[in-house]
């Protein structure tokens, strides 16, 4: 006979870690583990489309440009719409926020539930074509009115979420997720079309060895930033300069920043003064995310997670990763204020 020694028959997929969670949650009502559950579902869809895409000729542009100004690939629209769809069918949600749409999107009221999620269903779709690494990013919220949703029922605090996480196509379909209880990585096992728990209670290290920014940037970067970044690459102190990697797919970069340590950012600068990425349904998300695993997540002037949203779509300049290299930052910034 076979030996069955390898085949986990206790097995903790991410539905029962959902579940048993909300379980330990006072007053829970099941609603989020629905949510999630759906959520989850559009995951698994969109890695397989992903996986699928020179295939199904889904790559390529579909002609037309998103609410912030960027190209919009065939992959990026069916994605929103399979979010959209899932998410609005798990009667968990009562609004939505997507890079993709301008305004908000309500749910049908047959159909709605006490959940708000913001989310950016492709992020780094302009690697899509070369086959690198790209990911979704979502956050949820409790709506905080009654009567029909407004756009103030999404411009709530990072401090408020619930719930965040996001979803990586790589080598393999990882996923990140916290219910504000510490960060776990989930990864997708084909054969039972589950995701498993790999790593519980994942933590940053408190200093890396890495940094990640796009510095074709250098020209239009504040003098603090390409100050911290000669120090990185030439080190006072004859210790070993930094690497540097980047991506480009947020997703991929922040993952390794979480698995190896160190920084990533995206700042403002003269071309981009009030930053590139968005808060609500990108830095927000990813903030929570970093912050549970131990790290830390800044504008440069503020922590990102009390950042007061004023529009859903608004941009604010992120730096994220390891505490002592965040903080090494922020010295920087300090000196040149």
Not at 169 to 175: F, P
Request: charged residues 20%; glycine residues 8%; aromatic residues 8%.
């Amino acid at each position: 006979m076979s030996d069955q020694s390898a085949f986990d028959t206790d097995v903790w997929t991410l539905t029962r870690f959902v579940i048993e969670t909300g379980r330990q949650a006072k007053g829970a009502t099941g609603e989020l583990t629905q949510l999630l559950t759906a959520m989850l579902t559009a995951i698994k869809a969109i890695s397989s489309a992903v996986r699928k895409a020179g295939l199904a000729h889904l790559q390529g542009l579909a002609g037309s440009v998103n609410v912030t100004g960027d190209d919009v690939k065939k992959l990026d629209v069916l994605s929103n719409t399979l979010v959209i769809n899932m998410l609005q069918a798990s009667y968990g949600t009562c609004c939505m926020v997507s890079e993709e749409n301008k305004d908000l999107i309500i749910t049908p009221k047959d159909k709605r539930g006490k959940y708000v999620v913001c989310f950016d269903p492709l992020d780094g779709s302009s690697n899509i074509d070369c086959l690198a690494s790209i990911g979704t990013i979502f956050a949820i919220y409790k709506r905080t009115s009654e009567g029909e949703p407004t756009d103030e029922d999404a411009l709530q605090q990072g401090n408020n979420m619930v719930c965040a996480g996001y979803a990586l196509y790589g080598s393999a379909t990882l996923v990140a997720l916290s219910t504000g209880a510490g960060l776990n990585f989930f990864m997708l096992d084909p054969a039972i079309g589950e995701f498993i728990l790999i790593e519980r209670n994942v933590r940053i290290k408190q200093k890396g060895k890495i940094y990640s920014l796009n510095e074709g940037y250098a020209k239009y970067f504040h003098p603090s930033i390409n100050e911290y970044l000669k120090h990185k690459k030439y080190p006072e102190d004859g210790s070993s300069p930094y690497g540097a990697r980047y991506v480009g797919s947020m997703v991929s970069d922040v993952h390794r920043t979480i698995a190896y340590g160190g920084i990533f950012m995206y700042p403002a600068n003269e071309k981009s003064p009030k930053g590139k990425l968005r808060l609500l349904y990108e830095c927000n998300p990813i903030a929570f995310l970093i912050e549970q695993a131990g790290g830390l997540a800044t504008t440069g002037t503020q922590r990102i997670l009390d950042v007061q949203p004023e529009a859903l779509h608004q941009r604010v300049p992120f730096v994220v990763g390891s505490p002592d290299d965040v903080n090494e930052y922020l010295s920087f910034v300090k000196k040149f204020s």
